[in-house]
């Protein structure tokens, strides 16, 4: 078994259990052992970096320390947003920014560097490689055409990131393509579909996710592939409100790669959370013989 330091984050124990259940699954399939982080706690997200940048990466270092007292110097967390402040915590303490030395100070334990934080795209990947990827396909998802979306954070800023293309990235396209499935070239695959502004001016998230949601139905896309829940929670959730806003449906499901990837590899249907998505993907995969 290959193990590999895990922080889930607030959502995965949320609003996008579908994607933690989905992620559990699949790395178990794949002889992955996720060392969960023990007494984890909330990376602090947009709400604390957007008010205090010490207490924004106060928040992250926290786990970092438990990350580095486990006995890890890698950490990988599937959710962009968690990846952005844990990676950049642990690149401004570690010195290589300046700016950031009265928090560190403050909360210094030892003078050892920072773990390393990977996002979990990167993780599959590098670490575990195509050709574990592909051999495990049992059932080709070759029927489906897909757009993949990135958002603004998973390859952005490319010194924190330092993974795929910052504008034009195709990790994620080609890992679908490993399971047979085709992906669509398209516009918006790192435009930012309103972010947190969900929960403080939806209507920013209404007019930037319309964008991606008619962006990718404009280049074929039968559905949009996310490795972040907000994205899928803003992409998913406000289609109501944006058919209401752009007098038009897009009816397009926004499905986490990682249950494709237990799809594609034989994993039981009904474990995968299909019935948590607000757009119901079932139509698309009865269409494609897949359920």
């Known amino acids: 078994m290959k193990e590999i330091c895990y922080f889930p984050g607030c959502s995965l124990h949320g609003p996008a259990r579908e994607y933690g259940d989905s992620i559990r699954l699949v790395c178990k399939l794949l002889g992955i052992s996720l060392m969960e982080l023990q007494d984890w706690s909330c990376c602090g997200t947009t709400a604390a970096h957007s008010l205090n940048r010490e207490l924004g990466i106060s928040l992250a ?8 007292w486990m006995g890890f ?41 920072m773990p390393d934080v990977i996002h979990l795209l990167r993780f599959l990947m590098e670490d575990v490689g195509e050709e574990a990827l592909t051999i495990s396909v049992h059932r080709s998802l070759k029927s489906l055409r897909l757009a993949a979306y ?11 990131a330092r993974f795929d293309d910052p504008e034009q990235p195709v990790s994620m396209d080609r890992l679908l393509g490993f399971l047979g499935a085709e992906t669509v070239q398209w516009s918006h695959k790192t435009e930012c579909c309103g972010g947190s502004y969900a929960a ?27 490795a972040c829940p907000m994205c899928q929670m803003n992409l998913d959730s406000r289609q109501e ?14 499905i986490y790669l990682t249950q494709l990837m237990g799809l594609a590899y034989g994993l039981p249907f009904r474990l995968l959370g299909w019935k948590k998505l607000f757009v119901s993907p079932l139509p698309l995969l009865k269409i494609g013989e897949l359920v």
């Open 61 to 68: 270092r926290r786990n970092l320390d438990l990350a580095r």
């Open 73 to 113: 110097d890698r950490v990988m967390t599937p959710c962009a947003g968690c990846f952005s402040r844990l990676a950049t915590a642990s690149r401004e303490i570690t010195g290589k920014r300046d700016g950031f030395r009265s928090a560190e100070n403050e909360l210094s334990r030892s003078p050892y560097p």
């Open 150 to 160: 990135y958002g603004c954070l998973l390859t952005r800023p490319r010194a924190v």
């Open 200 to 226: 403080s001016d939806s209507s920013i998230v209404i007019e930037l996710s319309s964008q991606v949601l008619e962006a990718a139905q404009q280049a074929g896309a039968q559905a949009i592939v996310v």
């Open 241 to 254: 409100a944006i058919a209401h806003y752009r007098k038009t449906r897009f009816n397009m499901p926004i």
